[in-house]
C-alpha cells in the first residue's frame, strides 16, 4: 500500500486499479476500467481564467497510505436522527429514524447499496454524467471507494433532513467521494451533504473529485445543502448534476470555504415542463485560494424556472472565478431565468470575476443577470470606525452584511449555521 | 463627571499635498454650542473629517485634544469611544446590517467590554429616543442608510448621536436635506443633550437652524483659516451682508 501510482502513471495505475477493486461485479469493475482511461485520454478541464497545465497534477499520488481515522472529527458533530459518516471506504456511522425506515427511505453507503439495490443503482450511476463528463469526473469513477445512496419513494416527504459526512484525514492524497440521490414521483427531501478533510496529521497534497448526481422524478423537491471545507493542501474537482422531470424542483445550497483549488460544475437539467432549479453559492476565498465555480441551469422543458445567486468574498491574494449560465433550448417557451453574481474584495491583491453567461435560442423567455465584482468600501469602514468599531470589526460587519441575506435565505438550518460559523472563521482569519 | 472640553491648536492640514486648512484654532467646552460657517469649499467639512481621522486628510502642523488625550495619535475608533461624534454630510450605506444591530453594536463599543447594554434596555432607548425625533420605528429594521432620503440620513445620524452620547458632537451640514419641521426637531434634540459634559460643533452654510439652537459661539471660516469669531449676532450679520463681506474682510486682513 504504500507505494501509490502517480496520476500521470499509466500502467501503475491500471495494475492498482485492479488489485483495489477486484471484488467489485463485473459490470462495475469494467466501468472503473473504461472510466480510467478515459480519465488517462480525455484533456485538462479548460477554464479560460485557470489554466492548470503548470500544476503538475499528474505527479500526485492516486492514494499514498491508509485511511487514518481520528475519533475527535466524530465528536463534533451533533447527534442526529438520521446521519451516515463515511472515511475512505469505511463507514463510520450509519442511522436512520425509524420514521424514514418505516416509509421505505434507503439511506445507506454506496458499496453496501451495490449489493442491496443494485438495480435501482445500476442503471443511474454513472448515466446522468455522461453529457459532460470530464477528466476529473472519470478520475472519481475509476476510484471511488464508498458514497452515499438516497432513494426516496413515491410521495415520501421527509420532515427532518439526512445528514452525509464525508470525511478524509488530511494526510492522504486521493478523495473520490460521491453521492447518488434517487426520488420518486412527488418525494421530498433535505440533504446536508458534507465534505470534510480534518485531522491532526500534516496535510499532503491531495486531488479531490467529487461527484453529486441526483434524479427527480415528476413533482420531486430536492433541498440540498453541502459546505466543503477541504484542506489547503487539496485541489478539487467538483460536479453536481440533477435531471429534472415535470414539476421538480431542486434547491442547491453550497457554501465552499477551503482547498488550494476548486473547480466546480454544477449542472441542473430542467427537462419537462415546469421544473425549477434555484441555487445559492457562497463562497469566502484568503491567502492563496482559488475558486473557479460555476453553475448552469439548461431549460428544455417549457415554463421552466432558474435562480442563480453566486455571493463571494475574496481576501488575501484568493482569486476567484463565478460564472453562471443560463442555457435555454429551442422550444423553452415560457422560461424564466434569473442570475445574480456579487463578489466583494476585502484587499488589493484579491481578485474576483463574476460572470454571466446567457445562451439563448428561443424567443418567448424571461432572462435576467447582474454581476458585480467590487473592493470593499472604504468610506464604509471608516462610517463604521467613527461609531467606535475597530476596522476588523467594521469589515466584519460589512461583511457579514453583504452575504447575510443570501445566507439567510438557506433553509436548512443545519447549512445555515455552518455556512455562518465558516464565514465568521474565514473573516477573522 | 468632569465638563467636557475639545481644543483644536494651529491646525495644518493637507490633502495629496495641497494645504486645506492653514492654523485652525477652537475651543469647545461642555455647555457650549459652537457654529462654523463659511462658503463652500472652504475647509469646513476638511476640518470635520481631520477631527474624527478620516484616512485622507493629512495634519502637518497643530494639536488636537480631547479631554487632555492626544486625539491625533489615536486611530478613529478610539476617538469615537473616547466620545468624540461626527454626523456626517454623507453617511455610508451598509447593506444587509439593520440600523438596530448596528446601533447596539456601536453603542456597546462605546461602552467598552463587559458594559454592554441588555436587549430591552437597547429596546426602551431606541424606541424613545426615534419618538423624540419623531422617527417611523420601522427605521430600525431597515438595512443602515440603505435607500434613506437625505432627510432620513440625516436624522439617522442624531440618532445615532443621542444613543451614543458622545462628549463633544460635530454636526457637518446636519441641516441640508432637511425640511423646516425636522430642522426644528433636530436643532431641539441638539438643544436638549447640552450639559457640561456636552458640547456641540455645528457646520453649516445657513442660518436657519442656528435660529432655533442660538449658539453662543460663531466662527466664519474662508480658504482654511477662522477669519471671524463673534457670538450669534455674527451669524445674523452675516445673513444681512453674505459671504462677500467676510471675503472682503479677510482679503484686507480686517478680522
Redesign the interface.
Known sequence: MSSSPLLGQVEPLKTRMHAEFSSDPTWLLERRSAALDRYLDAPLPSRPRTPLRNRRLDEVPVFDAEPVLHSSVWKDLEPESSRLSLSGAAVMEASLSAEAKQKGLVFTDLRSALSSHEHIIKPHLDRSLAAEAGKFDALNQAWWQNGAFIYVPRHVHLAVPLTVVHHQSPEQSGFFPRTLIIMEEESELSLVDLYMQSGTGDPVRCIASILVQAVLGPSAVLRYGSIEELSPSTEAFVHRTANLEADAEAHWNVGTFGSALEISSQNTYLRHSGSQNHSVSVFFGSAHQHYDLEVQSVHQGTHTKSNIVGKGVMKGRARSVFTGVTDIKHGAVGTDARQKEQTLMLSDQARADAIPSLLIEENDVFAAHSASAGPVDRNAIYYLMSRGMTEREAVEMIVEGFLAPVIDSISLDDIRRRVWAAVREKVQE | MTASILTIEDLHVSVEGKEILKGVSLTIRGNEVHAVMGPNGTGKTSLAQTL????RYTVTKGRITLDGQDLLAM???Q???AGL??A?QY???????TTAN?LR??IN??RGEGTAIGLKEFRDRLDQTMDQLNMDHKFANR??NEGFSGGEKKRNEIL?MLL?DPRIAVLDEIDSGLDIDAVRIVAEAVQAKVSPAFGALIITHYQRILTYLQPGFVHIMVDGRIVRSGDYQLAQELDDKGYDWVRQASITGGV
Open positions: 474624527m481621522g478620516h484616512p486611530r478613529t475608533d476617538r469615537a469611544r461624534f461626527l456626517m453617511p455610508s450605506e451598509i447593506s444587509g446590517v448596528f453594536t456601536a463599543a462605546r438595512y443602515l445615532q451614543l
